[in-house]
C-alpha cells in the first residue's frame, strides 16, 4: 500500500495518490502535474483512476490533462455536472485498486456533485481504512454552503448536515479522513491545523458533529467567507475536468528594467516581496501582494486574460510565484524583472515609495491619520481600532467613493499582519493618496500590545453586497 | 502542526518529526541524521526533544548523536535502561510542545522499559489524537516478545496482552498509531502493510486485540523469528543511546580490480548485484546479497570489525549500500569495486560462476539434485519441494556437515524468490561445492505453477538452536 | 558571463548554454528541454537564440520546440539546408549577445551547411574567446566526411580540411573550442577523451592540423564508421530543426509480468540489464542491450514505429532509458517490466538462459565452440582469436546465413568487453540457437591475459555494404 | 578525463576537482566540504590528492579536513610555509594522476610559496593543457602584492611578474588557465569575468603581460585594495591547512521574537534582508547586511568570538548565510529569527526604521542633508556628489568622531548601490543618528541620471591609516 498526501502550497489544497499492487490513484489533481508524474514514475505506480471528489472554485483542476498524460480513466460519482468523467459511479458502487475498494458516497451539500470516497483494505467493507471527503468534511470545519447560490445556503447547511450524517458518519471513528483542503484555504471557516485527522476525532471536535442540526445550519448561515472574482471561473473550467498548464513556468523571461517598464506600461505589476521592502521604494503603479498571498488575492486583482508583470527580491526564482498565478487561472505573466527590485534601483528609474508605522506611534499620533482597516467585515467587527474606517481590500477600489477619504490626508492602513493592509496601501497609492502607511504587524501586533479596541459594525453601516460577493467577509489567515 | 514519518529502507523503521509552533520533537531517529536535519531546516523547526519508545535491537540509534548536534533533550520513559536520557518521565506525565501534550504510557512486553507516547491537541487529554507506539502495537501485529529473554517469552506476551489493553485501547478508536516498524521488519511476525493506522482499525483486525488473552499468549509462544547475530550488538550500542554515523559513507574509496583484489584478500566480499548477475558471473569467494537483502543478511554475515568491500553493478552509487550496513553497525566498509563488476570482467581477473534453474526444469531433473530449502523453518513446514533438505540461510554454514550434502553432487537451492538462495549459493560455493543452482523465483514460482509441495518438518527433525537462534524461524520477505 | 557545456549521457553529444548580461543563447539542443529551462531560469538569463552548428545525424534536435517554448530565434548559417531558421547569417556576420559577438563561419566538410561560431569578448574581433565547432573540429579528430555522400568522402574529406585551415585556424591558439561530440561519439572515428581544449592544444595533437592535407584525406577514406540506420531518420527530422519530445517518460506504464507477456506480443522486448544478468534468466525473445548501449544500439534494432517494451533491473527508475531511446527517435516505449526481472521470476513465467564464458575456459576448450566475434571490421582485422567468424552486430542478422553457423552447436560470441556480444547473444537466441555463450570481458580481458590473437580479414571475405552502410565498421566504445 | 570548477557564490573563490583514470585530486578545497564529496562519489572517484596553490586569506581552507576524511594526501609546493603537507613538491618535480601529469610551477609575488600547477595530457610536458594558478594568475588580472607586507608591495609586484612570465607565460597560449578567484573577489583588483580562460587570451588581454616590467610594478603600486580584519585570522588558520567546518549549519536554531530578543542581548543582529526592507522595518541595532555582502563583510564587523543572530525573509532557509559566514572563520551563528522579520513585526515588539532617498529626492532637496559616501577612497575619488563626506564604511565607527557629523540632522548614506549604504545607516543608527537615508541606487543611479558629480580627494584629506588598512580602497563589486 502507498499513499501520500501532495499539499499545494499557499492553497491549502491536498490531493492524494494512493496505491497498491502496482496500481494507483490520484485525488483532485491540480493542473501543474509534475509531483504526481514524479511521485507514481519513482513508486513504480500505474496510474489507473484519476479520482474527483468535487468540482472545485478555488484553483483549476487538472483531472483531464493528467488522464490524457496518463491513459488513466476519471471516475466520479454520477452527477450530471460531471458529465465529462469515464466513469460516473453511482452511489455504493464500488472501484476495485489492487487489492483495495472505494465505496462511492454521495455528500452534496457544499455542491451538489460532491461525492466521499470510503476506502476499504478489502472487499467486504466493514470498517472503513479512511475517506476521501473531498471538501464535505474538513478537520474542524466543513465546506462552506453558500457557494452553489447564497440564497439556498439555509438548504444546502441542511443538506450537508444529513450528508456527513447519513454517510460519512457511519463509517467508524478509526476512519482516516482525508479531505481535499487544509488550515488557511477560503474553502472552509476556521480549518483546524491537523496534519491528520480521524473521524472519530471529528465526531468530538468538529461542529458538524458537536452541534445539532439547527444550531449548525445557523452556524453555517453566520458563517460570512469571501467570494472572489475567479471563483467562477474556476468553477467554469472544472466543470470540463479543468485544464493542463498552459505553459512552462521557467520560460517567463526576465526582463532587464527598461525592458521592463516598456512591456509592463499596459499591464499590471505586482511587487512580491515584503510590505517592508515594497515600503522601501516600488515600482510606480506596482501592487503589493507577498508571495504567501498570491495564490488568493492574485485571483481578486488579475483576470485570465490580464497581462502581469513580476517585480521580486533579488535571487528568488519566479517559478513558484508563475505556478501560484497558473494554478488560479491567470496564466499570462509575461515576464518578471531581470536582477529583482535592485536592477530598477540601480537603474534610476522612478521610484515610488510608502510608509511604514508601528503600533505605538499610531496609537501616539493617531488624530494625524485617516484610519482605513482592510479585513474582512467580521474580524473587524471583533475588535478595531477606535474610529477606523472598513472596507474589505478586495472590494476598496469599487468602495472607495462611499469611504470619503481625503487623498492628501495621510492614512494609516491595518489589516492583521500587514499583506492585505499592503496591498491596500498599494492601491490608495494608484488612486493618488500621497501619504499612505502600513501599519507593521497589523491588528495582530495593537492587540498583543493591549492598545485599545472597539466591537461593532463600522459606520456607516456597510450594506453586504448582493449576489456576488455575499458576505463581506474572508478568512485568509496570514 | 507538523508531521512527518520518515522510512528507513531495507529496515522498515519508521521514525517521526513532530513540531507545533515552531518546535519540535524527533522520535527514535537512526544513526544518520541528515534526513532529519533536513526536515527541522527546510520547517523553520527548532528541535526540543529526541523522544525514544526503547532500545531497539535492528538498527543502530541516533539518539545522543542527533542531541549533541542540536542541543536537543532526550526524553525517555522512567526505566533503569533509559539512565542516559536529561529527561526520564514516569508514567502519566506529560511532555509540552507547542499546544500538544505527550502523556507518558509505560508499554513492557517487547522490552521492559518500552513506552508509548499518546499525543494529545490540548492539555485536557480527552481524546487523543495519536500515539507512538514504538514496537509495543504495529500494524496488525504487536511486538515480538522473545528477545528479552526466550525463555520468558510467555511472560512477555502475558505483559504486553495487558500494556495493550490498558494503556492504548483506551486512547479511543479515533486515535492514530504511529509505530516504530512497518511491514517487513524484523522486529514482529506479520506486520501489516498498511500506510496509515488507527487504534480502531487495529481493534477490529490485530490478533492482540481480537483474541483473548490465552489465545493471544498461545499466538505469541507459537511465534517464531529470527534472531540475528548482531541484535545484541544493537542493543548495547542502544542502551547508551546508539552512536553518530562512524563516517560519511561517500568516503569510501572506489578501488580498481587490481587493487580491489589484494586490499579484500583478508577481508568479505559482498555483491549486492541480482542473483542472476551474481549466478552469470562474479568474483570468486564473494557472497551475494542483493540491495533489498543488505539491511538484514549484511549482519548475519558481518561483525563490526569485518573488512567489508563491495561490488555493485556499474553506475550504482554505493552511498545506500554503505548506510545500510552501517545502520546495522558494520561501519568497516574499506572499499567498492570501481566500475562495477564490469570492470572486473575486462581486468581478465578470475570469474566464478553458479547456475540457474526454472521451476520447471528442476521438476524435469530433479533426480539429478540435490535439494536444499534455505528459508526460515515454519516457512518449510508450511509447503516445500518434496525431499528438500532444510537450513536456515543464516545457519547453514554451522549445519552444513550435518547435512551431509556431498560437494561434487550438483545442489538445487530455493527459498522464497531467490535472495536468500542466492547467499546459500554463493556460501554453498565457498564451501567447495562445484555445481550450485539457484532456483529462479523459488518457492513463489514453484507455488503459482502448482507443481507438488509436502508439508511437515523437516527429516531429520531439527532441534531448534537454544540461547541465540531460539526458534528457528525468519520473516524475511522478500 | 554564463557559460555550461550540457552533455547527454550515452550519445556523448555536448550542447552549451553561453549567457551575458542576463541574454543567453543554446547551442545545439536535444529534444528533451528541461535541463536548458532549468539553467536558464535558475540564472536569470532569458533566451534570445537557438543556434545550430549542422543538422546532427545521432540524435534528435530540440531547436524549433525550444524556439516555440521561449520565443528565441533561431539562428543558423546561411544555407538552403536551414530554410527554417528565424535567422540566417552569412559567413563573417556577426550575432550580439549582452557584451559578446558571434562571428559566422562557413565550415563545411562533416555536412554542406555545417557553420561553426566564433565568440569574442568585444566588438573588436582580433582574438576569439573560443568557438563552437559543431561536428567541424573535435577534441584530437575532425568530424566524419562520408556522412552527405559516401561516394564523395574523398572530395568532402579536402573541403573539412580546407575550412578548417583556412576558418577556424586562424583564430589563434588561445580560443577555446566547443564541439558538439565528445569521446565515444559515432560522429568521428577516434574523438579524445579532453575536458576542455583549445585550439592550440588541437594545433598540437588533431590530425586535421597535425598531418598534411593528402595526408588526411588518406586518413578519413581509411576511416571506416558505421551507419546506424535511424541516421537518416534523424537527418530527415533535424532538416526541419528536430521535434519536441513525444511524451514525459515518466508516463511510461509499468505492467505486471503477465500484462507485460500480453503487451509485448508483437513488440519488442528490450532488456538492459547486465550481461552477467541476461546470461543468469532473462525472457524469451528479448534483446539484450546494456543502458550505456541503448542509445546506439536501441537505434540498430528497433523503428520509429515499434512499440519497445522494457525489462530493468528492479529498483532502477525506467525514465533515463525512455529518454535513451526517444533521443533517436525512438518514442513508442509502450511499457516496462513492473518489479523489474524478480517480479517475472517470481510470477513463474518462462525463462531462457544463455551462459557466460572466461576466456581461459574458452581457450582450453576453444574446439568445442563456433566462435563469432562481432566487433567492428577494422576492430576485428587489428586482432581477433584465431578461427572466430566475423559479422558487425548490427548486421548480425542479415549475414546469419552466410556465415553458416549451427544452431546445434554451441556458440561463443565475444566483442570487446560483452555488450555486443550480449546483444549477438540474444539475436541468435531468438534465430534458434540452443547453447550461446557470452564472453566475459570479451577480447579486451583476452588481450589482457595474452592469450593467442591473430590479425587480418575475416575468411570468407567480407564484401563491405554498398551505400547504406558502406564501411562495415563502427567505433562504440564500451 | 574529469574536471569540475566549484565556484563558492559571494567569495569568488573558485576550486577544482581534476579526475582521470579512477584517480582524482581536488585543488584549494573550502572548509565546507560536501560538495567534493558528492562529486567524487558521483564520478566514482577516488581522492588521491588536496592540491594546493597557496595560503589563502578570504576564506578557511578545508584540505587538511579532506585529507582527513578521504585519507588523501596533501601535496603543496616545497615552502617552509607549507610544511604540514604530506608532500613537499620541488620546483619542477611532477605529480601523476591516472594518465596526467602536474608540474609543480614556483611563482611567488602574491605570496611567498605560492606555486602554479601545470597540467599536461601525457608524460612528455611539451604543450601544457591547462595551469592551476592561485591567486598569481587571474583573469585579467594577477594577485594583489601588498598582502605579505604592504611596505614590501613594490618588490613583490617585481617578483610576480618576474613569476608570472618565466614560469607561467612558457607554457604556451593554448594552455586553459584555472585560477583561484573569478570576477568580485578581494584577491584582485579588477578581475575579469569570463568563464573560462587560456594564456593565450591573458597575453592578450592581462596588464601583467601587457604592461612592461616597470608599469605593471606601478599599477601594482597605485593597486589600493581594502584588508578586512578578518584576512590575518584566515591565515593563520590556513597556515595549517585550515579546518573542518565547525558545526552543520542547519544546526542553527530557529528563535521566536522574544527568544531572539533574549539571547541576542549581547550578540550582533544581522540582517541580511534588502536595504529597502531594512529601511521599511528592521530590529533596534540590527546591522543591515544582504546576502550578497555578508561572505565579505561579515567579516568587517563579526569577529571568531562574536555571537551572530540572524534576521532574514520569511521563507528564506538560513544556511546559506551561516555558510557565509563559516567560510570567514565566524562560527557562532547562535539563532535565526524564526518566521523571519514579519514574525517580529506580528509581535509587537519594538521596530526602528530608517529612510530611502531617490537620486532625484536628494537632488532636490541636498541642502536639508549631510551627504556621506562609504565606498572606497578610489571610487570616491573618480567621483562623487559635490559636498560629500567621506569614510569607508569598514572603517565608519573609527572614523566617525573626525567627520563632526551632527546626529540630529538628516544624513544621506551613498555608496555604489545600496549595500555599503545600507550597513553604514545601520551603524550611524546604532551611534544615535536619529535620520538616516539610504540613496537607493546610490553612484551607480546618480551617474545614470547624469546629476552633477565632482571628482578628487575628499575634504580634510585623509591620511590612508598604515599597517593594517594600508590603502583606504575597496573594490567590492555589488
Redesign the interface.
Known sequence: ???QAIQTPGLAHVSYVLGDN?EALVVDPRRDLDVY??V???Q????RYVLMTHRQEDFVLGVTALSL???ARIVAGKHPITGYADLQMGERERLQLGRLFLLALHTPGHTPESFSWAIF?DSHP??A??VFSGDALLAGESGRTDLPDPERTYENAALLYDSLHREILPL?????VFPAHGAGSVCGGHID????T????E???NPVFVLGRDDFIAHKLHERLPRPPYFSRMEELNLRGGSPLD??P??V????PRTFRESSRNGLVIDT??????????LPGSLSIG??ALPTFGGWVAAPDTSVFLVM???V???QAVLALARIGIDRVEGVL?????AW????L??E?SA?L??SELQEHAERYQLLDVRGLSEFESGHIPGAHHAYVGQLEERLPELELRPEVPVAVTCD??YRSGLATSLLLRHGFQNVSNL???M???K??ELPVEEGAPHPKETPAPREYPTGDEVYSE
Chains 1, 2, 3, 4 share one sequence.
Open positions: 500500500m502507498f499513499f502496482g508524474l514524479e507514481l514514475h519513482s513504480g505506480l500505474r496510474l498524460l496518463t491513459g483494505l466493514k470498517h481504512w479512511g467508524g471513528d478509526q476512519a482516516l491545523d491537523r496534519a491528520l480521524t473521524l472519530g476525532i465526531r468530538h471536535r505553459r512552462d521557467r520560460t523571461p526576465p526582463l532587464p516581496r515584503e510590505p517592508e521592502a515594497f515600503a522601501g521604494g516600488h508571495m504567501k527580491s533579488e535571487g526564482e519566479p517559478e531581470a536582477g529583482g527590485f535592485g534601483r540601480n537603474a534610476g522612478p521610484i515609495r511604514t508601528t503600533p499582519a500587514g507593521l504587524g497589523g495582530t501586533a495593537w498583543k500590545l
